[in-house]
């Protein structure tokens, strides 16, 4: 079974500044895919970036990008010139995909970490 | 955009009622999932479907069982609730065509059970 561990219950910087939320993982699988959710007041659940085990090139998505370290089992999340809407509950998720088809397990979520961008 | 609407957003039972949670998706979804989300412990998974008549427990689905009679819609189903059941519950699908397909969520139920 697959673990995900989110060190940081909660965090507070101030805007503008980048800020760093950790997650760490434990498999045995060779190939997966990493995700990070963000889950703002409104309970919308939203895709924030995602990565493919066997790609060694970080992903980036504008102001977000992950430093994803195979061998340590760690996929951080760096959210660069932080605004105020970036507060919300952060959310690392592990899949393994079930078949070649693409069909998958659910996704294993980390108990989240609580963002919030002071102004 | 992909839109998976989860009937309720608040609800109140009583304890030993049977509950039912709807969740409607619009894209055609092969798979579809239920977590449950409770403060300190993310995001659990209840039980997930590959396709229609099709079901898998997931992490925690003590409690719980699903129907999936239609591909759009996947249903939750609290047999005899309890007051540990009071939770958010969050509906999700997902396409399986390309392996690195996200899930897509619903806007959750918030249940309370009295």
């Known amino acids: 079974a697959q673990t995900v561990t989110q060190s940081q219950p909660e965090m507070s910087v101030q805007e503008a500044e980048t800020v760093t939320l950790s997650c760490t993982y434990d498999?045995?699988?060779?190939?997966?895919?990493l995700f990070w959710y963000k889950q703002p007041p409104s309970r919308q659940m939203i895709l924030v970036i995602r990565q493919e085990a066997y790609k060694q090139q970080n992903a980036t998505e504008n102001r977000f990008s992950v430093n994803f370290q195979k061998a340590a089992k760690s996929f951080s999340l760096k959210i660069s010139d932080s605004q105020l809407g970036d507060t919300a509950m952060y959310f690392c998720?592990?899949?393994?995909?079930?078949?070649?088809?693409?069909?998958?397990?659910?996704?294993?979520f980390g108990k989240g970490t609580h963002l919030i961008i002071q102004p | 955009d992909v839109k998976v609407t989860q009937s309720s957003r608040y609800l109140v039972k009583r304890t030993g009622e049977k509950v039912f949670l709807e969740c409607v998706q619009d894209?055609?979804?092969?798979?579809m999932f239920w977590y449950r989300q409770d403060p300190g412990l993310g995001l659990r998974l209840i039980y997930f479907?590959?396709?229609?008549?099709?079901?898998e427990k997931g992490d925690i689905p003590e409690g719980y069982s699903v129907s999936r009679e239609k591909k759009e819609r996947f249903s939750l189903i609290l047999e005899s609730a309890s007051t540990n059941q009071t939770s958010m519950y969050l509906c999700a699908s997902r396409s399986p065509g390309v392996p690195n397909q996200p899930q897509h969520f619903g806007d959750g139920t918030r249940l309370s059970i009295l």
């Open positions: 479907s590959y396709d229609v008549k099709m079901k």
């Open positions: 894209m055609d979804h092969e798979n």
């Open positions: 998720a592990f899949m393994r995909p079930r078949y070649s088809g693409g069909g998958a397990d659910g996704l294993t």
């Open positions: 498999t045995s699988e060779n190939n997966y895919y």
